[in-house]
């Protein structure tokens, strides 16, 4: 070997030994941040912090938070003062509506469109918002999907039925979201992703819930998720799944998505998912059953749950 080239060779092997230091002592100071917030994170129960270290660190995913209900559930407290319970059905036919922060929106039986996208156009979307119906089968609304640039910091649906194509599409930033006792249906629209929840990531909390494809233009094509981050920490807790795929192949790494005493009926996943699960995904106590043959694709009326819907809007 020339020695020009050992020289060259030796002096290049000087230069890496001597920036090592600097490197590991970057890497692994970086890694105790990390760690820091990370802790900081759980200890504060702060949902969007640990929703950040999923999207920019390795952190995740987290099987213990997001299995424990008591210590996920501290992730959604509202940290805003009460707004008031505003009337959902009178709000929705203002132009402008202004609502403030803590706001519940209480709509009553019947059939209602709303469109959250009115709300206090050209200022911060309300922090911790509360949509309230009459009952899972007494109120329907027909939503347009939520999209906004604003981070959602906590909206919580309850006691109804939404008929949506996408219930909510932010992609700018991260939300918090609470569903108790609603039901979702139209999203298999054919079209897009034909997904419930569309987000940039979110922490997403859902109770007694029944997430239901074959309402839409699309039935079969319904899924769960359209995340396309790791900044993913999902429970259920005794919900029902029917005619939807959850889409675990989609799923990335580091998301945390639990499902606890759920029933996926008729679904359209993968058998290999109930089978082994992968890292991330956690059944407990779980069923699931297969489509009933040709009729996966059949379309069901929503005017068997409402009749006359469609009229009443």
């Not at 008591?70 to 709000?91: H, I, N, Q, R, Y």
């Amino acid at each position: 070997m020339p020695q020009e080239t050992m020289t060259a060779g030796w002096n290049e092997f000087r230069s890496e030994v001597l920036a090592l230091p600097d490197r590991i002592g970057t890497r692994l100071a970086t890694e105790a941040n990390a760690a820091d917030a990370l802790a900081a994170a759980l200890a504060a129960s702060d949902a969007f912090e640990l929703l950040k270290l999923l999207d920019e660190t390795e952190a995740g995913p987290f099987e213990n938070l997001v299995g424990d209900a008591s210590a996920f559930a501290k992730l959604f407290e509202c940290k805003s003062g009460g707004g008031g319970v505003v009337d959902g059905a009178a709000l929705a036919r203002e132009q402008r509506p202004d609502v403030v922060d803590g706001t519940e929106l209480r709509h009553p039986a019947g059939v209602q469109r709303v469109d959250l996208n009115k709300l206090n156009r050209g200022t911060k979307f309300p922090r911790c918002l509360v949509v309230r119906g009459a009952g899972i089968d007494r109120t329907l609304l027909v939503w347009e999907t939520l999209r906004t640039r604003d981070r959602v910091e906590r909206i919580e649906l309850s006691d109804l039925t939404l008929f949506a194509t996408n219930v909510f599409d932010l992609r700018h930033d991260f939300a918090t979201i609470v569903l108790e006792r609603v039901r979702v249906v139209g999203f298999d629209c054919g079209a897009g992703s034909s997904a419930a929840f569309d987000t940039h990531g979110n922490a997403l909390l859902a109770r007694d819930c029944r997430i239901e494809g074959g309402y839409g233009r699309g039935p079969g094509d319904g899924r769960l998720f359209d995340v396309r981050t790791p900044a993913l920490l999902a429970r259920f807790e005794n919900c029902v799944l029917s005619r939807v795929a959850i889409e675990a192949r989609l799923l990335r790494e580091r998301s945390t998505v639990v499902f606890d005493h759920c029933a996926f009926l008729e679904t359209t996943e993968p058998s290999e998912t109930f089978v082994s699960p992968p890292r991330g995904l956690v059944l407990v106590a779980c069923r699931a059953t297969s489509p009933n043959g040709d009729d996966d694709s059949a379309q069901l009326d929503l005017n068997d749950l409402f009749p006359g819907w469609r009229q009443a809007r």
